[in-house]
Structure formats: C-alpha cells, structure tokens
C-alpha cells in the first residue's frame, strides 16, 4: 500500500521550507516585504506606519511604529497561526535584550 502525501508534516526535511513559505506567503498577503538583506526580516511600510518583524523557525520578533500597528499585525497573525505573545522581548536566540535610555542594550552571558 503506497500512501501520498497532500502537505508537508512535521519532521520532513521539507518541512523548515514548507513551513517558511506558508508563513512568508501570509506575510506578503498582509503587506510585508522581505527584506534584500536577510531573508528572515520582513518590512512593512505604510503611511507613516513601519513595522519590521524577524522570523527564525517558531520564534518572530516583531517591532511596529505605533502600539495599534502593532496590535493589529499580532491579530491577524493570531488568526491565521496558533501563536502566542509573550509580550515585552527579554531574549531572543541566545542574546539578552534590555531597554535602556538611549534605546535597547543587546548582550550575551
């Protein structure tokens, strides 16, 4: 019995890239653009609205010029993925971010 497969399931090599252009897909449905620089950064420029968001495997970084810009993209992101806020960034990938007054301090331990 040969069974076929209709989408990519977890654990598939092929995976990671399903994965990465289903979301890459829906970013650019809600305006984003990726960036020529690094394909994980997408941008999104509307107006006087700027929003950029980082995307390594399950983990998004995401920084907009207004709360309610940011607000919003958080919604639509939550409709279409299972997703999870965890609010204020405090780490991402091994390095420890903290607010400073002259913006945000970036560091390793």
């Known amino acids: ?3 076929r497969l209709n989408k990519s399931l977890y ?3 092929q995976a990671p890239q399903a994965w990465y252009s289903r979301f890459a897909t829906f970013l650019v449905t809600l305006g ?9 950064l997408f941008v999104y420029r509307h107006g006087d609205g700027t929003a950029y968001l980082l995307f390594y ?3 998004i970084v ?5 709360q309610h810009l940011l607000q919003r ?19 991402f990938l091994g390095v420890t971010v903290e607010p400073h ?3 945000l301090l970036l560091h390793q331990r």
């Open 1 to 3: 019995m040969v069974c």
């Open 11 to 13: 654990g598939l090599k």
């Open 32 to 40: 984003f653009s990726e960036a020529k620089s690094d394909t994980s």
């Open 57 to 59: 495997v399950d983990d």
């Open 62 to 66: 995401l920084i907009a010029s207004s």
């Open 73 to 91: 993209i958080i919604t639509s992101l939550q409709q279409e993925f299972v997703t999870k806020d965890l609010g204020v960034l405090h780490h």
């Open 101 to 103: 007054p002259c913006g």
